[in-house]
């Protein structure tokens, strides 16, 4: 007769024999995982090696490619800007390594800069807007009219675009000498802009800006400096806005132009001035407006070409 001693003792080897086959079981499965783990890190590594080596050469040979057009950028330029002035405006966080960069390129193109002027960060400050539509309506020099919009960039770019730039009907200065001292002076002082002691009004401008415009008001900053290069641009015969990487973002002064079919109708734009390249065709783009024609250029999805074509004529 089977006792109940006998029953538990079953029971007991049953479950005894299922833990063991369990341990066992799983000890071959995590041997197995382990095993395809490490192969499949090995395999992981060696690609990361490879995509490294891939960067390292790209990186390379995009070195090699901003030298060479780096060298040959003043042959490319030569000629294309003969006896025309140029006007710098510049942004508190534009790089001075591509102000000196365009400043040389349109030298060798031919022309001459009469100047340079600098927007502060109190210029794109949206907290000081008012104050500086007020002081731009309280230094406006007779005869220079403003346009009827009202927003701080479009309204500075109204007062600073005939000081900076000669009329492109007759190339003469739009404003007495005494009036522009008297604005960039009052502009100076309410610490929106610093002027070059020997500024002179020019032909054309090239407003040069940094990347995308982040932190608190990005947007706004962004479009304070684009509205204002738009209206500059109306002012004289010409105006390139030209920004570094990032500059074509919806945070950057070139996004904002080329998000608005007013201003890509007179104003044209470079979104990669940080490279030799951009700067060719900022010079380029110059030209191209004496011409009466406008573009969006650079590297960014939403420019229209790397660079304008060869000028005619």
């Known amino acids: 007769m089977i006792s109940l001693r006998y029953h538990i003792i079953t029971v007991a080897a049953v479950f005894l024999a299922l833990a ?24 992981l590594g060696r690609q990361v090696t490879e995509l490294q080596d891939e960067r390292t050469a ?47 390129l349109v030298e060798a193109a031919g022309g001459s800069v009469t100047g340079e002027l600098q927007l502060t960060d109190a210029f794109v400050d949206p907290s000081r807007g008012d104050q500086l539509k007020d002081i731009v309506t309280r230094l406006l020099p007779a005869g220079v009219q403003l346009p009827t ?32 001292a008297a604005a960039l002076t009052g502009l100076s002082d309410g610490g929106f802009v610093k002027a070059a002691p020997d500024l002179k ?26 509205r204002f290069a738009a209206q ?27 998000a608005d079919t007013a201003a890509t ?20 783009a110059l030209a191209e407006q004496v011409d009466g024609k406008s573009g969006q250029y650079g590297a960014a999805g939403s420019a229209q070409a790397p660079a304008p074509g060869p000028p005619t004529g």
Do not use: C, M
């Open 58 to 104: 790209l990186d390379a040979r995009l070195d090699a490619a901003n030298a060479f057009t780096g060298a040959v950028a003043p042959a490319t330029v030569r000629g294309v800007l003969d006896k025309r002035t140029v006007v710098l405006v510049t942004t508190a966080d534009a790089r001075p390594a591509d102000r000196d960069a365009v400043r040389a």
């Open 149 to 180: 919009v009202s927003d701080p960039g479009t309204l500075a770019g109204g007062l600073l675009g005939p000081l900076l730039l000669i009329s492109k009907e007759d190339n003469k200065p739009q404003a007495s000498p005494e009036e522009t």
């Open 232 to 258: 500059v641009d109306r002012s004289g015969a010409g105006t390139v806005l030209a920004g570094g990487a990032g500059s074509a973002d919806g945070t950057g002064a070139v996004g904002v132009v080329r």
């Open 265 to 284: 109708s007179v104003l044209s734009t470079v979104d990669d001035v940080d490279l030799p390249a951009g700067r060719v065709a900022a010079v380029l």
């Open 20 to 43: 063991v086959g369990v341990v066992l079981g799983s000890t071959t499965l995590s041997r197995s995982l382990l095993s395809g783990l490490n192969d499949e890190n090995t395999d």
């Open 201 to 226: 009004p020019a032909q054309l401008a090239v407003v040069l800006t940094g990347g995308a415009a982040t932190g608190r008001g990005a947007g706004d900053r962004a479009a304070t400096v684009a």
